[in-house]
């Protein structure tokens, strides 16, 4: 399998060369040349599946080359039997016509674990037996920073500096990092919001000498071996519930747009998916992309749902390059254009492109509590508060009511304790494994929110090359 990106202009590459590069050269995202397909019998022959067994049969197509199938099976092995659950992401059911996917069953209790607890193992496996050393930097407003560090700690060849701002994370988000002892993770509180810490991360990564001197490497959804991982659970997911026989609606609490492009990838391999509904808060600038075509930022409203408080998706590119007609020269041309004005207008190929797979919606605060209230009254189920902005769009879908529609749960609810209580009057406990997470020994340095002051704590601990 080969990988191009979507402005055309840089390296194609295999999928180990993709997986360890993220960004393509050219500023664009790696895509696969083709979408491997699968037959009915083939999704037919999932349903008696593992997770596993399911994860290896959906990736193979896209590893190969790089990674034999026996290979691809310790990995997924690894990755997905650190989860608490042995179906991986189990399916819940909530009323006649309704569905949860529970993604949160991994380490750190939210779905990002599901695509970085492989990464971590790929990353691993790619480095064995080379003297090549990755230094991954990210910042983190919550989520994504403990899913990172716990998929790469302790593993050989990597070092992980993960920036958070000091004192705007949840306890919980913040210990999930800090406690983490292993010496390869290296947590840093900037003295600063969250636009601050991200943007001295993307000052490290432009800084020619600074980034000459080390392999760097981020761990943000623009990889692609993060959204293959999610292919893998529609399919899943889908198969349970008698595809290819039945088609199935997905619901899907949307950010970044890279859980919801799985979906469309999930569709384009032959997975008959009646409808991909992307749900967001009131920071909506995929809906409106999607219903009238403007995609334009405007200034981030903070929610309770703060995994999807974006302005900007990065992962949509790549829908635009897929539905547009894959034309990297055109999409180079339009995503500078809109990096110059910060709005664009979608094409009439992305839009109808589109159209005939995505639904969307914009969910307010008010609707994502009553979501929540009817889960845990009517189906007995304490949602958090991204499921809820996803169920809610979910229950007011128009569509065959004999389709079943599944809700990506991507959070486990006490991840957001304070949002769930003030909903639904249940304070979510934490599960046991992590039940003494107030009790860990914290570890982090405060550094000051400066180039030179970050960047030096970087290079005093990082290995080249
Ligand atoms: C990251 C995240 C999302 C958004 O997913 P994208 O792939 O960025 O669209 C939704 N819910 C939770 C809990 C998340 O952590």
Same mark, same amino acid.
């Given at each position: 399998m080969?990988?191009?990106?979507?402005?055309? @202009?840089?390296?194609?590459?295999?999928?180990?060369?993709?997986?360890?590069?993220?960004?393509?050269?050219?500023?664009?995202?790696?895509?696969?040349?083709?979408?491997?397909?699968?037959?009915?019998?083939?999704?037919?022959?999932?349903?008696?599946? =593992?997770?596993v067994e399911t994860a290896v049969r959906v990736m193979a197509p896209f590893v190969a080359g790089s990674l034999s199938e026996d290979e691809l099976r310790d990995l997924c092995s690894a990755a997905y039997g650190r989860f608490a659950h042995d179906a991986v992401t189990p399916l819940v059911q909530i009323d006649q016509r309704?569905?949860?996917?529970?993604?949160?069953? &991994?380490?750190?209790?939210?779905?990002?674990?599901?695509?970085?607890?492989?990464?971590?193992?790929?990353?691993?496996?790619?480095?064995?037996?080379?003297?090549?050393?990755?230094?991954?930097?990210?910042?983190?407003?919550?989520?994504?920073? =403990?899913?990172?560090?716990?998929?790469?700690?302790?593993?050989?060849?990597?070092?992980?500096?993960?920036?958070?701002?000091?004192?705007?994370?949840?306890?919980?988000?913040?210990?999930?990092?800090t406690t983490v002892l292993a010496p390869n993770v290296h947590n840093i509180a900037i003295d600063g919001d969250f636009d601050t810490a991200q943007a001295l991360v993307k000052a490290m990564f432009n800084d020619r000498d600074f980034a000459g001197r080390f392999t760097l490497s981020a761990v943000n959804s623009i990889n692609w071996a993060r959204l293959m991982a999610q292919v893998v659970y529609y399919f899943y997911a889908a198969a349970?519930?008698?595809?290819?026989?039945?088609t199935v609606a997905f619901s899907v609490p949307t950010g970044n747009f890279g859980d919801v492009f799985a979906g469309h990838v999930a569709a384009r391999m032959g997975l008959p998916i009646a409808r991909l509904l992307v749900a967001t808060n009131v920071n909506d600038i995929l809906h409106r992309a999607l219903s009238s075509g403007d995609y334009s930022s405007a200034s981030v409203t903070p929610t309770a749902?703060?995994?999807?408080?974006?302005?900007? =998706?990065? @992962?949509?590119?790549?829908?635009?390059?897929?539905?547009?007609?894959?034309d990297g020269a055109a999409l180079a041309g339009q995503m500078a254009g809109f990096e110059a004005s910060k709005a664009m207008r979608l094409t009439n190929a992305q839009t109808q492109g589109a159209a005939?797979?995505? $639904?969307?919606?914009?969910?307010? &605060?008010?609707?994502?509590?009553?979501?929540?209230?009817?889960? =845990?009254?009517?189906?007995?189920?304490?949602?958090?508060?991204?499921?809820?902005?996803?169920?809610?769009?979910?229950?007011?879908?128009?569509?065959?009511p004999t389709i079943p529609v599944v809700t990506l749960a991507t959070?486990?609810?006490?991840?957001?304790?304070? $949002?769930?209580?003030?909903?639904?009057?249940?304070?979510?406990?934490?599960?046991?494994?992590?039940?003494?997470?107030?009790?860990?020994?914290?570890?982090?340095?405060?550094?000051?929110?400066?180039?030179?002051?970050?960047? &030096?704590?970087?290079?005093?601990?990082?290995?080249a090359p």
């Amino acid at each position: 399998m080969r990988y191009i990106s979507t402005r055309g @202009n840089a390296a194609v590459l295999d999928f180990e060369g993709a997986t360890l590069a993220g960004l393509a050269g050219d500023g664009g995202l790696y895509v696969p040349e083709a979408w491997p397909s699968f037959t009915r019998d083939a999704i037919a022959e999932l349903a008696g599946l =593992s997770y596993v067994e399911t994860a290896v049969r959906v990736m193979a197509p896209f590893v190969a080359g790089s990674l034999s199938e026996d290979e691809l099976r310790d990995l997924c092995s690894a990755a997905y039997g650190r989860f608490a659950h042995d179906a991986v992401t189990p399916l819940v059911q909530i009323d006649q016509r309704h569905w949860l996917l529970e993604l949160f069953h &991994g380490p750190t209790l939210a779905f990002k674990d599901v695509a970085l607890q492989l990464l971590g193992q790929l990353f691993e496996r790619f480095l064995s037996g080379t003297d090549r050393h990755l230094t991954i930097i990210g910042a983190t407003s919550g989520d994504t920073g =403990s899913a990172a560090i716990d998929a790469v700690a302790g593993r050989k060849g990597i070092d992980i500096f993960m920036l958070h701002p000091a004192g705007r994370v949840s306890d919980v988000q913040r210990r999930q990092m800090t406690t983490v002892l292993a010496p390869n993770v290296h947590n840093i509180a900037i003295d600063g919001d969250f636009d601050t810490a991200q943007a001295l991360v993307k000052a490290m990564f432009n800084d020619r000498d600074f980034a000459g001197r080390f392999t760097l490497s981020a761990v943000n959804s623009i990889n692609w071996a993060r959204l293959m991982a999610q292919v893998v659970y529609y399919f899943y997911a889908a198969a349970r519930l008698g595809a290819p026989e039945r088609t199935v609606a997905f619901s899907v609490p949307t950010g970044n747009f890279g859980d919801v492009f799985a979906g469309h990838v999930a569709a384009r391999m032959g997975l008959p998916i009646a409808r991909l509904l992307v749900a967001t808060n009131v920071n909506d600038i995929l809906h409106r992309a999607l219903s009238s075509g403007d995609y334009s930022s405007a200034s981030v409203t903070p929610t309770a749902t703060p995994s999807m408080d974006i302005q900007v =998706s990065s @992962n949509f590119e790549r829908l635009l390059f897929d539905v547009g007609g894959r034309d990297g020269a055109a999409l180079a041309g339009q995503m500078a254009g809109f990096e110059a004005s910060k709005a664009m207008r979608l094409t009439n190929a992305q839009t109808q492109g589109a159209a005939g797979l995505f $639904a969307s919606a914009s969910v307010d &605060g008010e609707a994502m509590a009553q979501a929540m209230r009817w889960a =845990s009254e009517r189906a007995g189920q304490v949602i958090d508060p991204h499921t809820a902005i996803a169920l809610s769009a979910a229950r007011e879908l128009e569509l065959d009511p004999t389709i079943p529609v599944v809700t990506l749960a991507t959070a486990h609810p006490a991840k957001f304790p304070d $949002a769930v209580e003030r909903a639904t009057g249940v304070r979510p406990a934490l599960p046991a494994r992590i039940g003494d997470l107030f009790e860990r020994e914290e570890r982090f340095d405060s550094v000051a929110a400066t180039f030179e002051a970050v960047s &030096g704590y970087v290079a005093e601990r990082a290995v080249a090359p």
